[in-house]
């Protein structure tokens, strides 16, 4: 039973983005099972900010279609600091629950989460480093890279007021993409969401000028609780952005999935109606180039 569970479980995860049901061949099951992972501390939380968070799939459609994700900022005493949506982590710990129930997985019960999967860490592995932790299919990967800094141009006599502290805004094109963000010298945090970082306060607001991403401060918190900054420590695969955006581009779930011994017999929209099975994994990274 478990063996299957299992497989169901990885099935669900590579398919919940593009559909919220699915009827599988068990017979055609085998098993994925990974080794069990250990949550390691990296540093001890100091503060967290939580942004509102509205991003784009599939770009080809028009008017977009966004999905909201409660994105985490999760930043360490000694500068270690994680991003994540936290609304994905909810949603995968119930998937978890499920599993380990021994029961069926129904998504219609679960949680509404964006589409952003990965983990960004600054100042790990170690100080003037990051980190990308990212999933294609049932495989993880990890990209390791120096810290880099966009080259910010401030935006004169721009003020707001974001969770009450004033606010100037910032300008870059910075890995494919023109960033427009708004940032607070009250809070002395080089800090932001992703890379966004580099400047002489907090970043509390960002957008990239085609709106495809969207990060809103809506929370911030100095955290006096015995709480860390965490990574799972599992086995992945080192790899370039360059070579993941590639992986991402060509990847064929369907074809993953077949491979793995797991046939899908449907799939349903959110609406009850037939879903189309995909052969290509919509993708709109953060990161172009």
Same mark, same amino acid.
């Given at each position: 039973?478990?063996?299957i569970?299992?497989?169901?479980?990885?099935?669900?995860?590579?398919?919940?983005?593009?559909?919220?049901?699915?009827?599988?061949?068990?017979t055609?099951?085998?098993?994925?099972?990974?080794?069990?992972?250990?949550?390691?501390?990296?540093?001890?939380?100091?503060?967290?900010?939580?942004?509102?968070?509205? *991003?784009?799939?599939? *770009?080809?459609?028009?008017?977009?279609?966004?999905?909201?994700?409660?994105?985490?900022?999760?930043?360490?005493k000694?500068?270690?600091?994680?991003?994540?949506?936290?609304? #994905?982590a909810?949603?995968?710990?119930m998937?978890?629950? #499920?599993?380990?129930?021994?029961?069926?997985?129904?998504?219609?019960?679960?949680p509404?989460?964006?589409?952003?999967?990965?983990?960004?860490?600054?100042?790990?592995?170690?100080?003037?480093?990051?980190m990308?932790?990212?999933?294609?299919?049932?495989?993880?990967?990890?990209?390791?890279?120096?810290?880099?800094?966009?080259?910010?141009? #401030?935006?004169?006599?721009?003020?707001?007021e974001?969770?009450?502290?004033?606010?100037q805004?910032?300008?870059a094109?910075?890995?494919?993409r023109?960033?427009?963000?708004?940032?607070?010298?009250d809070?002395?945090?080089?800090?932001?969401?992703?890379?966004?970082?580099g400047?002489?306060?907090?970043?509390?607001?960002?957008?990239?000028?085609?709106?495809?991403?969207?990060?809103?401060?809506?929370?911030?918190?100095?955290?006096?609780?015995?709480?860390?900054?965490?990574?799972?420590?599992?086995?992945?695969?080192?790899?370039?952005?360059?070579?993941?955006?590639?992986?991402?581009?060509?990847?064929?779930p #369907?074809?993953?999935?077949?491979?793995?011994?797991?046939?899908?017999?449907s799939?349903?929209?959110?609406?009850?109606?037939?879903?189309?099975?995909p052969?290509?994994?919509?993708?709109n990274?953060?990161?172009?180039?």
């Amino acid at each position: 039973m478990k063996r299957i569970a299992t497989t169901l479980l990885m099935a669900t995860l590579i398919l919940s983005a593009s559909a919220q049901g699915m009827i599988i061949d068990k017979t055609q099951s085998r098993s994925t099972k990974k080794g069990k992972a250990d949550t390691l501390i990296v540093d001890q939380l100091a503060y967290r900010i939580t942004y509102k968070t509205k *991003t784009v799939n599939d *770009t080809t459609k028009n008017p977009y279609k966004y999905r909201d994700d409660d994105m985490r900022l999760d930043i360490g005493k000694n500068g270690v600091s994680r991003f994540y949506s936290y609304s #994905m982590a909810i949603r995968n710990q119930m998937l978890a629950g #499920m599993y380990k129930s021994g029961g069926g997985f129904d998504l219609t019960s679960l949680p509404k989460s964006g589409f952003i999967k990965w983990e960004f860490y600054k100042n790990y592995p170690a100080q003037g480093k990051t980190m990308l932790l990212d999933r294609v299919g049932m495989d993880d990967y990890q990209c390791e890279e120096s810290t880099e800094t966009p080259d910010w141009k #401030m935006v004169p006599d721009s003020t707001k007021e974001i969770l009450g502290y004033q606010c100037q805004m910032a300008r870059a094109f910075f890995k494919g993409r023109q960033w427009s963000v708004w940032y607070t010298e009250d809070i002395p945090l080089d800090e932001g969401p992703w890379k966004l970082r580099g400047l002489p306060g907090l970043v509390l607001s960002a957008y990239d000028d085609k709106r495809q991403y969207v990060f809103e401060g809506v929370g911030l918190e100095q955290v006096s609780t015995n709480e860390s900054v965490i990574i799972v420590n599992e086995k992945r695969e080192k790899i370039s952005q360059k070579n993941l955006r590639k992986l991402l581009n060509r990847y064929d779930p #369907m074809a993953a999935l077949s491979s793995k011994g797991i046939k899908i017999i449907s799939v349903k929209e959110a609406d009850g109606s037939q879903g189309k099975l995909p052969t290509k994994l919509v993708s709109n990274s953060i990161e172009l180039e």
